[in-house]
């Protein structure tokens, strides 16, 4: 379990991360998501004890950091690399042991998670002869080697063919079956939304909306309608009771006033375009981060 | 301190491995022998076969004796050093002998040079040696001294002096450096000395230049791809530095070793008597603390570097810094006492290779090493503290070099 507690963060002029609060329970994957600099970052290099607050506390498993605490996490950065020229068995084991793994353990740790990702056969090789993608896992490796209580992945899928991706996405969800606590740092707001038990999202360094995936969306998000058509459907902008509409050409999701029954304005579009599809839908976690941010003055 | 132990291992066995720390262990000591065996294998272009010259009296008076002391010079095979036959010239024909061995000379027909001695109305008498080139150092110091000895002698016999005096008039008296030290009086000879120590000094320069260099690489590597956040996430960045710095320590140990076994091999004995071989107790400390200093500093601004461009940069003033001392190398040998070197043996930049280059011209007293040593020590813990701290908050943050100002906050946060 990881317990943020009010955590803050000044640089010289700045304040990165202010008033923070979340809890992620053992067996959750919990979604961090924010734009790009909303203090995403800098929360994470707080938790893995990289930085420390400048106020506010961190406990994992109820303990503060100390002697350790950096055996107890994983993480999988955004941007990607390794030692070009030094062996993929070489590195998994050098990564183990600097999270206080014997060389043993980590050997044998470390050949276990290359078979399950089904490239046991480039042990000996060096990294600069992996493809792409192959480097991304040996680094998907190192970051879950230890067997860490706290897995922290930021972008996890990118970089990934679809298949590959499907792979890693059976890990994470193998490592939470085994009660791992795990944080998802992401853009791709599909995979949070698929993925995600509870989620956190942070602009300017502040809480925007955060809690159960359920429970945010029914807060933030509202119901909005999808259609398919043919035709020319600009009139729907200007239709009573239409708060706004986003349309693509022959496709659009209207969005409607608070009391307004969606069904009531299907029968003027029906009237005046060729209607291939009519559908309420549920806010999906892209519209309400999109109209969150906007809200509160993001990118 | 287990990380950093750990991170000590990775470091060393990586790049012991490396092909650049072999290129290093084994090109560098090539580049040595050529650059300090070429130019006194040039300069002292002693032929080990004898030389044919001859000797052309227009005096008359000298020739014969002269022969006979140059016959008297062995080779170090022992060869004679010269063939010298009889010119049988007359006197009067003096100047066309002259004119027929400048055009031997000169062509190499059969001798190499000659001996000309001649009377100058208003200077006296004159010595050459007439050759093609300028000729051999040490034969113009045979024959010169010889034929001096000779002049000596014959101006003296006629005086009627006593045979014993005689002998010790014109007995020669060489001139020796002698280096006086606690342990005795050893002699010394300049060209040993100022080679041996230049080499030394040179190679602890090119060993701090390339750790230095490779830690900074390493370091902008990590940083750029990013390798350097799950390592911070691993392990304190005081057990990155030390780890790191420990690491080095052993492949540069590792490095002279492989030398020392090499010199050992190729070159024991000859080696041995070189006095920078009988200081490796004041030399080795001296050295290790240069290190030490040299790569604290390299690892603290290595960590506000991004690209291999800033760190090509940084690196550059830091090699001015350390080369500073190989330029006034002479100057140390020549004058080791003088104040100014004194003062250089005192500032931590240069003052471990001015000791090193000291300590084999002349005996430093205890007291001074105790401070030279001291001061070094002082300056290395507080390099590190500062570098440490320049390190936590460096090895973070990426965009344009911090300047002068920004770490100077760093410092006092």
Redesign the interface.
């Known amino acids: 379990m990881l317990e943020i507690k009010n955590i803050r963060k000044e640089f010289k002029n700045v304040v990165a991360v202010d008033g923070v609060s979340f809890t992620v329970e053992p067996g959750k994957i919990f979604g961090l998501l924010g734009p790009n600099g909303a203090g995403k970052t800098t929360t994470i290099r707080m938790i893995l004890d990289i930085i420390k607050p400048t106020s506010g506390e961190i406990l994992i498993e109820g303990k503060k950091p100390g002697k350790d605490f950096h055996n107890l996490t994983g993480y999988l950065p955004e941007e990607r690399g390794l030692y070009k020229k030094s062996t993929v068995i070489d590195i998994v084991k050098y990564f183990g042991s600097l999270k206080g793994m014997s060389a043993a353990a980590a050997e044998m740790s470390g050949v276990a998670l290359l078979k399950q990702l089904g490239i046991s056969d480039y042990k000996k090789r060096k990294v600069q002869e992996l493809s792409k993608g192959n480097q991304q896992k040996i680094q998907f490796i190192v970051s879950v080697i230890h067997d860490p209580s706290i897995l922290i992945l930021d972008e996890p899928f990118s970089g990934f063919d679809p298949i590959n991706q499907e792979l890693v996405r059976d890990e994470i969800l193998r490592l939470k079956s085994e009660g791992k606590t795990i944080i998802l740092s992401t853009h791709q707001m599909d995979m949070a939304e698929k993925m995600c038990e509870s989620i956190f999202l942070i602009n300017k360094g502040k809480e925007v909306a955060s809690g159960a995936l359920k429970e945010v969306k029914r807060k933030f998000g509202k119901e909005f309608v999808k259609i398919e058509y043919e035709g020319d459907a600009e009139f729907i902008k200007t239709l009573p009771g239409v708060k706004q509409a986003d349309l693509y050409g022959n496709f659009g999701e209207i969005e409607v006033n608070d009391g307004t029954d969606p069904h009531s304005i299907l029968p003027v579009i029906f009237e005046k375009v060729t209607l291939r599809k009519f559908s309420i839908e549920a806010p999906t976690l892209n519209r309400i981060f999109i109209d969150t941010i906007k809200e509160t003055g993001g990118e | 301190m287990?990380?950093a132990f750990?991170?000590a291992k990775?470091e060393f066995l990586?790049k012991v491995m490396?092909k650049e720390f072999i290129i290093s262990v084994v090109v560098t000591p090539v580049i040595f022998i050529v650059f300090s065996i070429l130019p006194s294998l040039l300069a002292d272009n002693d032929s080990d076969s004898p030389k044919a010259i001859t000797i052309l009296d227009s005096t008359g008076l000298y020739e014969a004796d002269l022969r006979a002391e140059l016959e008297k010079e062995k080779l170090e095979d022992g060869q004679p050093r010269y063939v010298i036959p009889k010119s049988g010239v007359e006197q009067k024909d003096i100047q066309v002998a002259k004119k027929r061995l400048d055009d031997s000379v000169f062509h190499k027909k059969v001798f190499e040079g000659y001996i000309y001695i001649y009377e100058q109305p208003d200077s006296g008498l004159q010595l050459e040696f007439r050759s093609k080139s300028m000729g051999n150092f040490r034969d113009l110091r045979i024959i010169d001294a010889k034929f001096n000895s000779i002049r000596r002698t014959k101006m003296l016999e006629n005086k009627n002096l006593e045979q014993s005096l005689l002998d010790s008039l014109t007995k020669e008296v060489d001139l020796r450096s002698v280096k006086i030290t606690l342990e005795g009086e050893e002699k010394i000879n300049f060209e040993t000395q100022f080679f041996s120590t230049f080499i030394v000094i040179m190679a602890l320069f090119f060993i701090i230049m390339f750790t230095g260099g490779s830690l900074v690489r390493s370091l902008v590597?990590e940083k750029?791809?990013?390798?350097i956040?799950?390592?911070?996430?691993?392990?304190r960045p005081d057990d990155l530095l030390m780890g790191k710095v420990l690491g080095l320590t052993l492949l540069v140990f590792a490095q002279l070793t492989i030398w020392a076994m090499l010199a050992i091999a190729f070159g024991g004995p000859m080696l041995a008597s070189a006095s920078i071989f009988q200081n490796l107790h004041l030399v080795i400390p001296y050295f290790m603390l240069a290190f030490l200093f040299y790569v604290s500093i390299f690892v603290g601004l290595g960590s506000i570097v991004n690209t291999e461009q800033e760190a090509q940069q940084v690196t550059t003033y830091l090699t001015l810094l350390i080369i500073f001392p190989v330029v006034i190398l002479m100057p140390i040998i020549q004058n080791p006492d003088q104040e100014m070197v004194k003062i250089f043996a005192y500032i931590p930049f240069t003052s471990p290779l001015v000791m090193i280059a000291r300590v084999n011209v002349v005996q430093v007293p205890f007291y001074e090493h105790l401070i030279a040593m001291g001061i070094l020590l002082v300056s290395i813990l507080v390099v590190i503290k500062i570098s440490v701290k320049i390190f936590r908050i460096g090895i973070?943050s990426y965009g344009k070099l911090p300047s002068f100002k920004e770490l100077m906050?760093w410092l006092r946060s």
């Open positions: 287990k990380k750990e991170v990775w990586q490396s590597e750029s791809n990013r390798l956040e799950i390592i911070l996430s691993s392990c973070l906050n």
